[in-house]
């Protein structure tokens, strides 16, 4: 195959991208993401802060262009992300207790209603785990609702959308020895025990000198499908972009049956959140890095 889409579609997978809005005006850029990928995340868009920028007033319209332009395009589309510590907008913030515990709850009805129907994942959760040795969750203000928050925005989540997969997303949960990972696992374990609707399991997967990709990858992808959920790398990105660490993630996750695809966290090296990583597959002028090669050879 001659796209990283088309390459993963063949296993019956998507190679997917982070868009963003403002960058579609640009040609180099859109005409790399139409033609090789097939699934798409808004890298900020459908974010909280973007979608309910006032209390009770949602606004669709940057997360809209990113929706309609991959449809347009042919691609599915990953909605991220509804209940997160981050990107939160300033009322969202000042809030605690029962009235941001119901202002979740109407924020993941709100947005999900506006989609329903037309996302395959959503990533309902985000990032609610402590880095480091604990096994913790991360204190947040979401956090301070009392722990079942992240039952409740599943639970919500699923009535607001029977079709979509709902996720749990989560970076440094990658390596399989890390208390960030395992205790993710005990949560996915509990959920799947007890009912909670959860169907997959997202590994951010931005990878770098301090949180380097290790190849245990492949049995930490292997023992959370094993509790029967599907995983998925969600936010691809490494360090310097060596060839062989990508192939290796492409062969992680074409090894696992029940991992859905790969979407990297960008199209080109300036296109990135940390572009003096340039950790991704396209140089700045829009050619192919030999990175981009390891990965159409490995899928
Ligand atoms: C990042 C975006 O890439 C940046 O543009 C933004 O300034 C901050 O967020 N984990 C996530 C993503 O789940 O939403 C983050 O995206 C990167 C880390």
């Not at 996720?167 to 205790?183: G, L, P, S």
């Not at 245990?216 to 292997?222: D, G, I, M, P, V």
């Not at 192939?247 to 090894?255: E, I, R």
């Amino acid at each position: 195959e001659s796209t990283l889409g088309a390459a993963a579609a063949q296993s019956g997978r998507y190679f997917g991208v982070a868009i963003a809005a403002n960058r579609l005006s640009d040609s180099t850029y859109a005409t790399i993401a139409a033609r090789e990928f097939n699934s798409v995340t808004a890298e900020n868009e459908m974010k909280i802060d973007a979608t309910q920028p006032q209390r009770g007033q949602f606004n669709f319209t940057a997360a809209d262009r990113v929706y309609n332009w991959a449809v347009q395009n042919g691609k599915e589309v990953r909605g991220h992300t509804l209940a997160w510590h981050s990107q939160q907008p300033g009322w969202m913030q000042s809030l605690s207790g029962s009235a941001l515990r119901q202002a979740m709850i109407d924020h993941i009805n709100g947005v999900m209603s506006h989609y329903k129907g037309k996302i395959a994942q959503w990533d309902v959760v985000n990032e609610a785990f402590a880095d480091g040795s604990s096994g913790a969750r991360r204190d947040s203000n979401l956090e301070r609702t009392g722990s079942d928050w992240i039952e409740v925005a599943f639970r919500t989540a699923r009535a607001a959308d029977p079709s979509a997969k709902l996720c749990y997303n989560d970076y440094n949960v990658e390596n399989w020895t890390w208390a960030k990972t395992q205790a993710m696992y005990r949560m996915v374990r509990d959920f799947k025990q007890r009912g909670v609707p959860i169907d997959c399991v997202g590994f951010q997967s931005h990878f770098n000198s301090g949180s380097p990709y290790n190849s245990n990858f492949r049995t930490t992808l292997q023992e959370f499908a094993a509790l029967g959920v599907d995983v998925a790398v969600t936010e691809l990105d490494i360090q310097g972009a060596s060839p062989s660490t990508y192939a290796a993630v492409v062969n992680d996750c074409l090894a696992v049956s029940r991992c859905l695809g790969v979407t990297v966290w960008g199209v080109r090296d300036s296109d990135s959140w940390r572009s003096e990583h340039t950790p991704l597959l396209f140089y700045n002028n829009g050619s192919k890095k030999p990175a981009y090669t390891a990965v159409l050879d490995a899928l």
